[in-house]
């Protein structure tokens, strides 16, 4: 092994060196004549092959290197054993993506917040992952925010040709969208908003308000306290003194706080005001003991829940007692809310929808500000010991079972800001843990005292802060029929059936066909393969009646349906998650459920249904349209069940008992379209409830980009009479409908974007 000259050892130095660089695969394959010559490859790239523009693997690009290094070919130096030697060294770049890369990085390095990405993203810190690089190459794509100041997933949805053109949503910010005035976040829209319409809040015509008000409950708020920081504490106690509406009570219990200046301060407050009461807890008991001590000293109608550190803006207590004046049989009371952080700056705001029972098992929509009739917290005990972290959740769901919904008003206004502190989940969820199994244990316990069969987990292993409800399907499974509508060609039946049967093992299952086809024997044909190939159950075959109406045709068929709940499919969907059929039809047999929507995805990758939004101006598209489909959406609407205003028609479930009450679909009044929208109406006024599942994913393979055409029948654009009947009969719907949306959001969009130029109600 020993060299002739100090050439060849110098020769055989630099191929050690580069060979953990070369990729001998990547260069035969690419290079088939020196594969042909049965040359080797790694000498041949060392002596000849850089100096032919080849490259030595895909990571390195041997032209972009001598571009940047001209000298080397006149010099006889090979560009790797160079790059290896002093260019990487030097901060040299292997190729010109990894430059691109690098100048990118350096254009969003002063917006990256790299604390924050690990603080949120622990995958990425247990992976030991670079924070930036990841955000810059893939994080971005998962819908992951570089900051508290950047929200992709809200930039992406307004810019949708991003994605598809694979570009970072920081970058366009950065190079672009600042200059075009584009907002980083909803939380950067919001601060826009509050600056616009807080100013035209005035106190004096609110004081002026109060005095029409025929109805003054003595409201008394519930406070338990433990070490917060005294200014904070401070904050919040004078946000109650400073209340327009002065009948209040202020019930304060200190869970034997071991700060000083936590107890000076109580006294203070307590002999400056006289509505304020104060007990002095002997031991620690944590939040539920604290707070029904604070329970023990209300004399009020009304319990209002305030965190020791966050603070009510002058006005909620007027707003809660003008609620109660408008509704003077209402029992709970929810307001929308917003965080604040240490330098008082509002953002995050949550602008709720009205009572939604499924999306309230997902997430505790009531939260803040919660008020409560107090015959009823002190008739279920108050707080549950050992539900600590959720013991709010706790309470309303116990609470909610001793009322009927109609008891139950929101608030479109934000009446709490939540304070955002170290150690506070309004700072981050990954503040504190326990909570969200707190959470589930009481739902759990919540889904037992009422009777329903469900499994309660949290939505994925990445995402642990919200809850999933998977209802069971009874002992004696009924019989479901699958109705798929066909019309078009044989073979696009034939592979939604397959793609059917490859995602369901619902076992009482009955398969129906509504189809066009020119003849019995091309069905026959088609049904022939499918026995063969994919041995489903027995097929009925239905005949489209083309001189009929859609509606018409449905009835017909369904008519004849033997199964107590069926599901309509049409062969443009093609199921794509496990289990969609039973996930559907478990939610369908609950009471009170109409239609049960999945989540629908164009080809592209984006939102195609979730749900559908009612606009005041007579139309309905999809809630979350076009967002990508690895979006939480807002307020991570897109990945929890809840109910919606409507749904579309391409694929739902309903119980055949109450599509029969509701008279079937409309053949009297609509000619063409528009049926599965007044279908779902026409069950809301039955007071059934209309619900989204992200558990069950299908794709659709025809996109109507317009969102605005119906979303049944698809070989026709919607019919305007139709369309018109629909906004007259189901005019408070339309005009004003916040059953997933609010009054500070824009009606007219499905983004849940802010209303610039007034919000529909103000603030």
């Known amino acids: 092994g020993q060299f002739t000259n100090s050439t060849e050892e110098e020769t055989h130095l630099e191929i050690q060196k580069i060979k953990p660089f070369f990729d001998e695969d990547y260069y035969l394959t690419t290079y088939l004549d020196v594969k042909n010559a049965n040359t080797d490859p790694l000498l041949h790239?060392?002596?000849?092959?850089?100096?032919?523009?080849?490259?030595?693997?895909?990571?390195?690009?041997?032209?972009?290197?001598?571009?940047?290094?001209?000298?080397?070919?006149?010099?006889?130096?090979?560009?790797?054993?160079?790059?290896?030697?002093?260019?990487?060294?030097?901060?040299?770049?292997?190729n010109s993506s990894e430059e691109e890369t690098h100048l990118e990085i350096q254009k969003i390095k002063p917006f990256f917040d790299e604390d924050y990405y690990l603080t949120n993203y622990l995958d990425i810190k247990n992976a030991n992952l670079?924070?930036?690089?990841?955000?810059?190459?893939?994080?971005?794509?998962?819908?992951?925010?570089?900051?508290?100041?950047?929200?992709?997933?809200?930039?992406?949805?307004?810019?949708?040709?991003?994605?598809?053109?694979?570009?970072?949503?920081?970058?366009?910010?950065?190079q672009t969208g600042k200059a075009e005035g584009q907002f980083t976040s909803f939380i950067d829209m919001y601060h826009n908003w509050v600056k616009e319409y807080n100013r035209q809040i005035d106190i004096d015509k609110v004081r002026e308000a109060q005095k029409q008000l025929k109805i003054r409950p003595l409201i008394s708020v519930v406070m338990p306290v433990f070490n917060p920081p005294p200014q904070w504490l401070k904050i919040a106690i004078e946000s109650v003194i400073n209340q327009t509406y002065e009948?209040?009570?202020?019930?304060?219990?200190?869970?034997?706080?071991?700060?000083?200046?936590?107890?000076?301060?109580?006294?203070?407050?307590?002999?400056?005001?006289?509505?304020?009461?104060?007990?002095?807890?002997?031991?620690?008991?944590?939040?539920?003991?604290?707070?029904?001590?604070a329970i023990e000293l209300v004399?009020?109608?009304?319990?209002?829940?305030?965190?020791?550190?966050?603070?009510?803006?002058?006005?909620?207590?007027?707003?809660?007692?003008?609620?109660?004046?408008?509704?003077?049989?209402?029992?709970?009371?929810?307001?929308?809310?917003?965080?604040?952080?240490?330098?008082?700056?509002?953002?995050?705001?949550?602008?709720?929808?009205?009572?939604?029972?499924?999306?309230?098992?997902?997430q505790n929509m009531i939260c803040h500000l919660g008020v409560y009739r107090t015959s009823i917290v002190k008739k279920i005990g108050g707080f549950t010991v050992g539900l600590e972290g959720s013991q709010d959740y706790d309470l309303a769901l116990r609470f909610i079972e001793q009322i009927n919904p109609s008891q139950i008003v929101h608030i479109p206004h934000i009446l709490y800001h939540w304070r955002a502190i170290k150690g506070s989940v309004a700072l981050s969820h990954n503040e504190k843990t326990y909570p969200y199994e707190a959470a589930r244990k009481s739902i759990r316990n919540h889904l037992s005292r009422t009777n329903k069969l469900a499994i309660v987990s949290s939505t994925s292993q990445e995402v642990n802060t919200?809850?999933?409800?998977?209802?069971?399907?009874?002992?004696?499974?009924?019989?479901?029929?699958?109705?798929?509508?066909?019309?078009?060609?044989?073979?696009?039946?034939?592979?939604?059936?397959?793609?059917?049967?490859?995602?369901?093992?619902?076992?009482?299952?009955?398969?129906?066909?509504?189809?066009?086809?020119?003849?019995?024997?091309?069905?026959?044909?088609?049904?022939?393969?499918?026995?063969?190939?994919?041995?489903?159950?027995?097929?009925?075959?239905?005949?489209?009646?083309?001189?009929?109406?859609?509606?018409?045709?449905?009835?017909?068929?369904?008519?004849?349906l033997k199964g107590q709940i069926f599901c309509l499919l049409h062969t443009k969907v093609l199921p794509t998650s496990k289990g969609w059929l039973t996930e559907m039809v478990a939610i369908g047999l609950q009471d009170t459920v109409g239609m049960v929507g999945p989540k629908l995805i164009y080809p592209n990758g984006t939102i195609a249904h979730a749900g559908l939004h009612?606009?005041?101006?007579?139309?309905?598209?999809?809630l979350h349209h076009h967002f990508d489909k690895l979006s939480m959406g807002y307020c991570s609407r897109l990945i929890l069940m809840h109910e919606v205003g409507a749904l579309g028609g391409n694929l739902f479930v309903i119980n055949k008992s109450a599509f029969n009450q509701v008279g079937g679909f409309d053949v009297t009044n609509l000619k063409e379209s528009c049926f599965d929208v007044d279908l779902a109406l026409k069950l809301r006024k039955k007071s059934y409830k209309n619900i989204y599942t992200p558990y069950a994913e299908a794709y659709i393979e025809t996109a109507s980009e317009s969102g605005t055409g119906d979303s049944f029948d698809i070989y026709k654009d919607i019919n305007e009479t139709d369309l018109n009947y629909l906004k007259a009969n189901y005019r408070d719907y339309f005009s004003f409908d916040d059953l997933s949306y609010n009054p500070n959001l824009d009606a007219n969009y499905e983004d849940f974007r802010l209303l610039a130029s007034p919000p529909r109600l103000m603030t």
């Open 247 to 293: 009948n209040w009570q202020l019930c304060i219990a200190d869970d034997n706080s071991s700060d000083v200046k936590v107890k000076e301060l109580l006294n203070y407050y307590c002999r400056l005001d006289s509505r304020i009461n104060v007990v002095f807890r002997n031991t620690n008991g944590h939040i539920s003991e604290a707070s029904n001590s």
């Open 466 to 560: 919200f809850q999933r409800v998977q209802y069971k399907l009874p002992d004696n499974i009924p019989m479901a029929t699958l109705l798929i509508v066909s019309l078009g060609e044989p073979e696009q039946l034939y592979r939604s059936l397959e793609s059917v049967f490859a995602t369901t093992s619902y076992s009482n299952l009955e398969v129906a066909v509504l189809c066009d086809f020119k003849t019995i024997s091309e069905w026959g044909k088609v049904g022939v393969s499918i026995k063969n190939n994919l041995n489903p159950v027995n097929i009925l075959c239905f005949e489209y009646d083309r001189c009929s109406s859609y509606g018409v045709n449905l009835n017909s068929v369904i008519a004849n």
């Open 130 to 174: 670079d924070p930036l690089l990841h955000y810059l190459t893939q994080g971005w794509k998962e819908g992951r925010n570089p900051s508290p100041q950047f929200d992709t997933n809200y930039y992406l949805s307004h810019n949708p040709g991003l994605l598809q053109r694979n570009i970072n949503p920081l970058i366009h910010y950065i």
């Open 614 to 622: 009612l606009k005041e101006n007579g139309r309905y598209s999809s």
């Open 45 to 94: 790239y060392y002596d000849i092959g850089w100096k032919e523009g080849r490259n030595p693997s895909p990571q390195f690009d041997t032209n972009y290197y001598l571009s940047r290094n001209p000298d080397l070919l006149q010099r006889n130096i090979n560009p790797l054993v160079h790059y290896i030697q002093v260019g990487k060294a030097e901060g040299q770049f292997a």
């Open 299 to 362: 004399k009020g109608e009304f319990i209002a829940l305030l965190d020791h550190d966050d603070e009510l803006p002058a006005y909620a207590l007027y707003k809660v007692v003008e609620c109660i004046n408008q509704n003077p049989d209402v029992n709970l009371i929810y307001s929308d809310e917003d965080r604040i952080n240490q330098d008082n700056e509002r953002y995050d705001p949550y602008f709720k929808p009205d009572w939604n029972y499924h999306l309230f098992l997902s």
